[in-house]
């Protein structure tokens, strides 16, 4: 649940952009939850823009990349290894001797024009009246993810 002010005060941060679609959405009935909502989506294709209204608030964090290891998030930067300790680690793992904390994936969060579509897009989701609360609605955040595997 997310206050509509708080939702009001990205859009301003967001320069007010104009809604890409607004439907109205059918839904299983919760006690608080109406039986239909109104689901507005606006759509960004330039991840700056949506980081700079994120910066300006300490709720949320936006990481671009994040390494990890299994499961847990891995806090060390290791891109740029010097060779000869590339080496010695690619033998180290031929040998069974991996260390524990290895990267075994990179995610990144891909906007605008790449490859294998035409484009990749953010997409902020109001559900304005989800809730039977005037003051309340439902924020989603949906984005393209990409993942590389390093195992």
């Not at 998030?73 to 991996?98: F, M, S």
């Not at 024009?113 to 955040?141: F, H, P, Q």
């Amino acid at each position: 649940m997310v206050p509509s002010k708080y939702f009001q005060q990205l859009l301003k941060c967001l320069d007010d952009p104009q809604p890409h679609s607004v439907k109205k959405a059918q839904h299983w009935r919760a006690p608080i939850l109406t039986s239909s909502a109104t689901k507005v989506t606006y759509r960004f294709f330039e991840l700056n823009q949506v980081k700079t209204a994120l910066q300006k608030q300490d709720t949320l964090s936006l990481k671009e990349q994040v390494l990890w290891s299994g499961d847990k998030e891995v806090t060390d930067n290791l891109t740029h290894i010097d060779p000869r300790d590339a080496l010695i680690a690619a033998k180290n793992k031929a040998r069974g001797q991996a260390p524990r904390d290895k990267i075994t994936c990179r995610s990144h969060i891909v906007v605008g024009y790449g490859e294998g579509r035409a484009t990749r897009e953010l997409d902020l989701i109001w559900w304005l009246n989800l809730y039977n609360s005037v003051s309340l609605g439902k924020l989603c955040i949906r984005i393209y993810v990409s993942r590389v595997d390093m195992s």
